[in-house]
């Protein structure tokens, strides 16, 4: 009964749709690549000709953030600066290496070493104190232009407060000119139409981190404990995590530069080789004359058995 009750649902996914249904590219169908976007991002004007357009891409995996300038080319793209969130315990922070303060320091970094590959670190120095006020690089008279990128998100969502503006904002304060708006950024206030750059500021330094370990602290001490055992363990407090940042600012716009991993050859692997070893002129002479005399021994002995 209940068969016959039932309304009437159109079948769209059916045999014609399927036949003229067009796979989407690979990198969109992964997550990876939004097209559209991207088709602006790397189309560069006609009177510039082979100049690259740069773009600073980031993006945010569970456990690492990556900020990298490249341009496009037809065999792909060429990355020219890279950095990771997981070179930030060089600088000093040891833990919570996704959150809106490791953003901001992976995005300046990226801006300093960029800079200084270029040589442009001594004439473009960014923002030295970081007060969460929005800041736009000037190119000064008579010396090389502020390097200009654009942001490439991917398909992450561009709500207010997101991290990846917070990649952007240590970019920009690192000293790199990236046309944007302050509307995306923490503190900004939308039906105030206003930015408040000090509870950007308090982000930056990851005091929000500070006042949850204090709330979870207060109401529950065995939850705090479980939480953020990492940072007991490594013995850091609220009141050293706005420090340990700004520590962190100073020690990246100091030393920006990569350093590579050192690979040690494990001692444990030993080569093994299976090639026949070649023989020597010595050793292929001394194996003819013992062939020759079994030779003749062979052929002398067949001789004694005829005669017998």
């Known amino acids: 009964l209940d068969y016959f009750r039932m309304g009437f649902v159109k079948v769209i996914k059916n045999k014609a ?17 939004d ?20 773009r600073l891409i980031v993006r945010i995996t569970n456990k690492d953030i990556v900020a990298q300038i490249a341009y496009a080319k037809i065999g792909g793209d060429v990355v020219v600066t890279a950095a990771y969130s997981h070179e930030l315990p060089r600088y000093g922070i040891k833990l919570g290496l996704t959150n809106y303060a490791a953003a901001y320091c992976t995005g300046l970094l990226l801006a300093r070493r960029h800079l200084k590959k270029l040589k ?21 008279e008579g010396k090389p232009g502020a390097f200009r990128c654009f942001l490439d998100v991917g398909l992450a969502r561009t709500t207010t407060g997101a991290r990846i503006f917070g990649i952007m904002k240590g970019a920009l304060d690192g000293g790199l000119d990236i046309p944007h708006s302050d509307r995306r950024f923490p503190g900004y206030d939308a039906s105030e139409k206003k930015y408040d750059p000090e509870v950007h500021k308090e982000r930056i330094y990851g005091q929000h981190v500070a006042n949850y370990m204090k709330e979870l602290k207060e109401e529950n001490e065995e939850a705090y404990e479980r939480q953020f055992s990492a940072y007991i363990k490594e013995g850091i407090t ?30 444990k692997i030993k080569k093994r080789r299976w090639n026949k070893r070649k023989l020597t002129a010595k050793q292929r002479k001394a194996k003819i004359k013992q062939r020759k005399i079994a030779f003749q021994q062979q052929a002398k002995a067949a001789k004694q058995s005829m005669e017998e």
């Not at 004007?45 to 740069?54: A, E, I, L, R, S």
């Not at 442009?120 to 000064?140: A, P, Q, R």
Request: zero cysteines; hydrophobic letters at 25%.
């Open 35 to 54: 097209y559209h976007a991207r088709r602006y991002l790397v189309v560069q004007d006609k009177n510039k000709y082979n100049t690259p357009k740069y």
């Open 120 to 140: 442009l670190d001594g004439i473009y120095s960014g923002v030295n104190d970081v007060t969460g006020e929005d800041y736009n690089v000037e190119s000064e």
């Open 17 to 33: 749709y399927f036949k003229r249904y067009q796979v989407k590219f690979r990198r969109r169908r992964q997550g990876k690549t």
């Open 238 to 267: 609220p009141e050293q995590i706005p420090e340990m940042y700004k520590n962190a600012h100073a020690a990246i716009r100091a030393n920006p530069q990569h350093v590579p991993k050192a690979k040690e050859p494990s001692a």
